[in-house]
């Protein structure tokens, strides 16, 4: 199963903050 491309961005951004 691969993560959706969404996904990675919000972790990132979450990572982010």
């Known amino acids: ?3 959706s491309g ?3 961005k ?3 951004a979450a ?3």
């Open 1 to 3: 199963r691969k993560p």
């Open 6 to 8: 969404q996904s990675k």
């Open 10 to 12: 919000t972790s990132l």
């Open 15 to 17: 990572s982010m903050r």
